[in-house]
């Protein structure tokens, strides 16, 4: 069964420095996503993004983030000047289409760490 | 704006036992409901979904959820627990008019003990 991945699964960087997490999207899938999950909250929402361009996106989202989908395979969220409080689990996820009753399948995730 | 609570943050049980985690969302017009669990070390999978028909909605494993409209619920059962059912479970919410975000519970921990 086809799967969403993602790369590294842990990643620990300095504050301030730029963080770039990868996601491998299914292959026939259209849309995709970003969440984070900060220790002990809730899973929020950042991002969605579709035919190159973002489609929706959260207050949490702000100037510091930017995705890109630099080739036919990978979704990647970049953090210019990491924060501690970035530290959180980032999930990608993607979809086939933006209809009301599709399923997201989610990566296995990413655990930044801001030292 | 959206919000979904979930009730139970953990919940142990022994196995053969019936399982009922609730979940409740705050939003007045039409939705579509997600639960999803997370096996230790792996991703985030979908259990079930109701967007619209029945609302007794049934999932993988035995699973099944109920949408009741008039409490703004969705609760997850399944009448009989197994040990490899211990994993964390995710109520999640789209509003017909939030694009295709989801909206998340703050999730449940299940400890089902062999």
């Known amino acids: 069964e086809p799967e969403v991945t993602q790369t590294p699964s842990h990643q620990v960087t300095q504050m301030g420095q730029e963080v770039i997490l990868r996601c491998v999207p299914i292959s026939n899938h259209l849309y995709f996503y970003w969440y984070r999950q900060i220790l002990g909250q809730k899973v929020e929402f950042l991002v969605s993004f579709y035919n190159n361009e973002i489609s929706e996106k959260s207050e949490i989202f702000d100037d510091q983030f930017s995705v890109e989908r630099p080739d036919g395979s990978n979704f990647t969220l970049k953090i210019r000047s990491t924060k501690l409080e970035d530290s959180a689990m980032y999930f990608c996820a993607s979809t086939t289409t933006s209809g009301d009753t599709d399923t997201q399948y989610f990566g296995p995730g990413t655990r930044l760490t801001v030292l | 704006a959206q919000s979904v609570s979930q009730h139970n943050h953990h919940v142990i049980l022994s196995e053969a036992a019936s399982l009922e985690l609730g979940c409740n969302y705050s939003?007045?017009?039409?939705?579509?409901l997600f639960w999803y669990v997370q096996y230790p070390g792996q991703h985030l999978q979908l259990l079930l979904k109701?967007?619209?028909?029945?609302?007794l909605v049934k999932g993988i494993k035995g699973f099944e959820a109920e949408f009741i409209k008039s409490k703004f619920s969705f609760n997850l059962r399944k009448p009989s627990v197994q040990w490899s059912d211990t994993a964390e479970y995710f109520c999640?919410?789209?509003?017909?008019?939030?694009?295709?975000?989801?909206?998340f519970g703050g999730g449940t921990r299940l400890m089902v003990k062999p």
């Open positions: 109701y967007f619209s028909g029945d609302p």
């Open positions: 999640a919410v789209n509003a017909n008019n939030a694009g295709n975000m989801l909206t």
């Open positions: 939003y007045g017009g039409t939705v579509n």
